[in-house]
Nanobody, 124 residues
Framework: QVQLVESGGGLVQAGGSLRLSCAAS????????VGWFRQAPGRERELVAS????????DYADSMKGRFTISRDNAKNTVYLQMNSLKPEDTAVYYC?????????????????WGQGTQVTVSS
């Protein structure tokens, strides 16, 4: 029942920053883990980061650690992805997804609801 809309993507120079937002509607997501994924042209969709129901636990793919930060504001029913020190290889469509679990997970089948994605392009 939940609908997810990503925003905040765009064109940025290498080394720059973007903040992505995932706004949920139709149902509260405050009791569920949420993940960010990305898919580059010709590549498989991959996990970027996930956050548990309260925001107290996070999980990051190794290539994102130290550069990306996932957070949530349950009062706004929104999840964020702060992206710093962006690299050209970060260019992809970024998706948010809501899990059926309260804990973080890296397993795609655990994410039942997906947004349509937002394009991030990083120039060299």
């Amino acid at each position: 029942q939940v609908q997810l809309v990503e925003s905040g993507g765009g064109l940025v120079q290498a080394g720059g920053s973007l903040r992505l937002s995932c706004a949920a509607s139709g149902r509260t997501i405050s009791n569920y883990a949420v993940g960010w994924f990305r898919q580059a042209p010709g590549r498989e969709r991959e996990l970027v980061a996930s956050i548990n129901w309260s925001g107290g636990s996070t999980d990051y793919a190794d290539s994102m650690k130290g550069r990306f930060t996932i957070s949530r504001d349950n009062a706004k029913n929104t999840v964020y992805l702060q992206m710093n020190s962006l690299k050209p290889e970060d260019t992809a469509v970024y998706y948010c997804a809501v899990s059926t679990l309260i804990r973080t997970t890296r397993v795609p089948p655990d994410f039942a609801s997906w947004g349509q994605g937002t394009q991030v392009t990083v120039s060299s």
